[in-house]
């Protein structure tokens, strides 16, 4: 594949360039670590595309607990890479709606167009008022749904499953219509969701959730992640990339840029992370950070646990109105006295 008139590869493993930030004691800010990892896409895509950049981004949490210099040190590095398309994977936020319009800001700071699915962080803080910042900010959101991205007259179906996690996900919708012929990107924020994709012609899926674990020192996530949580994919590429080999298909899970709780990240393959995919190319034409890894034993969610998920969205959202209700009621008193 020829691809002349694309901006150089970026270097594998480069980080975020930030200005060195002084707190007001004048002290040294340290400079938010990001790292940037770039994989080639599947195999059939190298048929199919003649080069389309995306990079991927994902669980940005803008909130309280992830600094907006971070934030805006992700979408500058992003933006270094000059990608064709940003797609994000869900958990745009943490645990309320006090953060929205910074939202809207982080998400304009992104140069290419943007293609994103929710997590169960949206969920949980209100995923109509999510989806309205994200409308705000010309991002689109795919909820169980597909569009097609055209760049260069090539056509990349991108498929969005909405967040399985709290119950929201259906894949019958999500793929209904795709031309199986054309190249196609899956969109979910939980990676487990990805075998039931590849079944569907979706060769490659981009997932995030986990946060890899966050603490990978010692192999933590493997077992913070892995086996008491119960995922089959912790962090990175899982799966075959390859037409000839099993499984039919791939999975990557970012580290993402955020942190809902606790912000600590420690351990290379913890860090706060930026994916860029260059689809269209050779596998082996990139320097990449690691090869496809074999899936974890992993542990399905019992059904009482998805219900409580399911319902857990109900009770936030009533204790929002509550909440909402209580202000609207103590400032008519204030006014009235
Ligand atoms: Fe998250």
Redesign the pocket.
Known sequence: MAFADRTPLPDSGARSQQPQVRDKNGKKKKEPIIELRRFAGPSVHARQLDGIRVAHVT?I?VGRVTPLRVQMAAAELTNAQKPDLVVMT??FVCHSQAYLDQLVEVLSAYDAPMITVL???DYWSGADEVRRAMKKAGVELLDNAWTTFTVRNQPLQVVGLDDAYTGHASRQDAVKGIDPKRATLGLSHIAEEADGLWAKGVPLVLS??T?AGQVTLARLHELSVGKLAGHRYIHGMYGSRREDQEPKGAVYVGA?I???VIPLRLGKRGRREVTVFELGHEIGDIDEHHDDQPAHPGRKPRLRTKLNRHVAVHEKRKKRERMAAKVRRKADKKRRD
């Open positions: 669980d949490h869900g958990d997590g169960n962080h995030g959730h946060h993402g955020g942190a809902a």
